[in-house]
Nanobody, 122 residues
Framework: QLQLVESGGGLVQPGGSLRLSCAVS????????IGWFRQAPGKEREEVLC????????YYGDFAKGRFTISRDNAKNTVYLQMNVLRPEDTAVYYC???????????????WGQGTQVTVSS
């Protein structure tokens, strides 16, 4: 059973940066597609980006291109979400997700972390 634990959320000013971590246990991080979704109050969950298993191809949600990146540390079995030039509209709960393949829909991911709050405000 894949288990995912996020950390690193918090309050950041507009224009700032934040790095979220997703500690993976129960499997090797390379064996699964690991990604990030987010959900803002009153809105649907949306894909942020995803790194495929094995070769690690990256798939981006439209808003994430140019500002957000994903990386994987195989030795630490951890995936990171680096967020730059943050905007108030990036305020949301961010979830680490795991599945067989990267896909833009939340239902494709059977494994979810508990979420971490990111608030972008001055």
């Amino acid at each position: 059973q894949l288990q995912l634990v996020e950390s690193g959320g918090g309050l950041v000013q507009p224009g700032g940066s934040l790095r979220l971590s997703c500690a993976v246990s129960g499997a090797t991080v390379e064996d699964y597609a690991i990604g990030w979704f987010r959900q803002a109050p009153g809105k649907e969950r949306e894909e942020v980006l995803c790194m495929a298993a094995s070769e690690g191809s990256i798939y981006y949600g439209d808003f994430a291109k140019g500002r957000f990146t994903i990386s994987r540390d195989n030795a630490k079995n951890t995936v990171y979400l680096q967020m730059n030039v943050l905007r108030p509209e990036d305020t949301a709960v961010y979830y680490c997700v795991g599945g067989v393949v990267c896909f833009a829909e939340a239902y494709a991911y059977p494994f979810w972390g508990q979420g971490t709050q990111v608030t972008v405000s001055s």
